[in-house]
């Protein structure tokens, strides 16, 4: 008896029983065990069921209800043998996280009994009620229906007793309310474009796929001072305390050896990881305290980001059975290191092309560099918008805080590769391009076999680098959807890609052969796209003036960088090439305003209550103490004599005076700037102010906060301090 009582107890606090593999097991015997994959539908599918979904996955073809209904038996079978009793559509709403709604398997068998059930129309499309998801004004709240809609390229999965079945989530008018749609439409156009450009090289080629390897940083803390943080369980970050005495100064973390409650929690992680079939590969320490990284081989990029958004929340899961909390917000301790999420990303042929890393003949290495100079033409173009899509209110305290890329989006390429774009800007034609190798031999493109780029050609502020065979977008944030840099990316270069086709068509019909028709586009677009290529310090001011003197956006104010998803650039670009329509940019900058908003508002709130409630009070208590110690000296001594023993805790006194005069001022101008922010009906311009007017209060209130920590005595302070969160031992 007591036995099921500690069990229910353990389960609802999401630390059950911690599965672990069999010692002697490999990970190749439990990978992918949770997941519907290829493997599992050749067991549970008939040879023709299986052959139409693969079509499906494959090239895109679309199921016939008969179809869904066999596939749908097959893995309700399959989910039931794992001990499944609920399904529900996974999907990524406009919020950061992901929605679902479980549904058992159940129904009436119609003879007083129920049975289990689960058919084609289910798994293909659901309408939950939609009306608290943000849609930015698309759907009303009277017209509350939304469709989900089965993505088969991203296979279904079990979690806990749950069968999860990712989808996308649209309107009921059709118009995109989450961000799987507009990646696989970004998904679909870049592959089709560069398809177009691949055949001026190859004619063979058939798809392009993108991909993405996310590097995702993250820290831990303890659970029992996570939860007496009122500010870190409601907001992810501490809105106050000051530096500790050691903190990431010794760079002893990174790369350090990895403490072993956290190597338990991480192999516990990655054993889940492995489970669901997510190739997790890589851990280590970051640079700041209590810091980890944690990286997969990389995949196609819309399973790549359903794995992300899975591993964030599987992550949550399992920290809590070690007693840790997961903080995945990008800059949670002030003065130490915020977290991002690299977004490695490149495009490769069906042929086994990578399209970004150089080739092995002087054919590859041309279209090596077509492609190389059509990503720096994208991201030259459209540099405000890809700024826009990795901008949020919790990335904004990372971005130009000197330990990540500034708010100006430049192109790092090495100097192997900048060498090759200035010989190549400089040419007249092809045969003259000169590579200095790092031998010292002069070799000409149209004749090299193979680029060697030294992959130790290395620039850690840069936000979007070169990476030898791939580009590595550093900007996102740790917390963000990987989707909404993708989608952007994707489609800026898809467009650009689609203009190269036409450039390149111009000059053939003007009589250029294709090669040289190839060549002179490139040269163009390698000269007009110079300004976005830096190889510099990104923390520098210099750079910042440089930046701007370049025509660059260098724009810091988060809801005026969200204007860039609806500058004429953006809107003629997503619509140009089918990502996204007008009606869909407006609605969802609505959303990504009110959230800015929302997220400010709520750190407000609590820097409020917590100054109020925990830190005046307790100052209070001990300035009390103090002018106890005072009077007692007082009325011992006589007044001289007390006034010489009584100096210190005098001034002290008056410092906390100070101190809390100041921040109670500031809390009430700041509830005060508050009630005129809300009263602001337009999402942009109330965001703006609540950018401009209210965030400054924050460090301001936090200034004098920090002070009194130094000053109270440790006993009486309640809230854990940095000391404290950030050491695991
Ligand atoms: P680093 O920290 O040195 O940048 P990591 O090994 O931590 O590198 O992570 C690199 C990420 O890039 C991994 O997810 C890896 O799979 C991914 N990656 C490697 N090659 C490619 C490629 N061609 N396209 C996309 N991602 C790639
Ligand atoms: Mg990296």
Sequence with gaps: ????????????????????????????????????????????????????????????????????????????????????????????????????????????????????????????????????????????????????????????????????????????????????????????????????????????????????????????????????????????????????????????????????????????????????????????NEVAPNQFELAPIYEECNLAVDHNLLLMSVMKTVARRHYFRVLLHEKPFKGINGSGKHNNWSLGTDTGVNLLGPGKNAKQNLQFITFVSNVLMAVYKNNALLKASISSATNAHRLGANEAPPAIISVFMGSQISTLLNELEKSKNLKEIKLQEKTGTRLSLTHIPEIMVDSTDRNRTSPFAFTGNRFEFRAVGSSANCAAAMLALNTAVAGQLKEFKKDVNTLIANGKNKEDAIFLTIRKYIKESKNIRFDGNGYSEEWKVEAAKRGLDCETRVPIIYDAYLSKQSVSLFTSTGVLNEKELHARNEVKWEQYTKKIQIEARILGDLAMNHIIPVATRYQGLLLDNVSKIFSLYDKEKAAKIAAQNLIIIEDIAEHLNFIKLKVDELVEARKVANKIENEREKAIVYCEKIVPYFDLIRYHIDKLELTIDNEMWTLPKYRELLFIR
């Design 1 to 284: 008896m007591s036995n099921l009582r500690f069990k229910a107890v353990e389960e609802a606090s999401g630390r059950k029983a911690i599965e672990v593999p069999i010692p002697g097991m490999k990970t190749s015997d439990y990978f992918g065990k949770n997941v519907f994959d290829r493997k599992n539908m050749r067991k549970y599918l008939s040879k023709e069921t299986l052959k139409q979904v693969l079509n499906a996955i494959d090239k895109g073809g679309a199921l016939q209800r008969e179809v869904a209904n066999h596939v749908a038996a097959g893995m309700r079978m399959w989910a039931m043998e794992m001990g499944a009793t609920h399904y529900t559509h996974w999907f990524h709403p406009l919020t950061d996280g992901t929605a679902e709604k479980h549904d058992a398997f159940i129904n009436f068998d119609g003879n007083s009994g129920v049975i289990e059930e689960f058919s084609g129309k289910l798994l293909a499309q659901q309408e939950p009620d939609a009306s608290s998801f943000p849609s930015g004004g698309i759907r009303n709240t009277f017209e509350a229906r939304g469709y989900t809609a089965w993505d088969p390229s991203s296979p279904a999965f079990i979690v806990n007793d749950t069968l999860c079945i990712p989808t996308i989530f649209i309107s009921y008018t059709g118009e995109a309310l989450d961000y799987k749609t507009p990646l696989l439409k970004s998904i679909n156009a870049v592959d089709n474009a560069a398809v177009e450009v691949c055949k001026l090289f190859d004619p063979g080629v058939k798809k392009v796929y993108s991909y993405l390897g996310w590097e995702q940083e993250y820290f831990l803390v303890d659970e029992a001072l996570y939860s007496a943080r009122p500010d870190l369980v409601m907001t992810e970050r501490t809105l106050m305390s000051h530096d500790s005495a050691k903190n990431q100064q010794l760079e002893d973390h990174y790369f350090g050896s990895i403490p072993t409650r956290v190597v338990a929690f991480m192999r516990d992680l990655e054993y889940e990881c492995y489970k669901l079939s997510i190739p997790v590969k890589t851990r280590h």
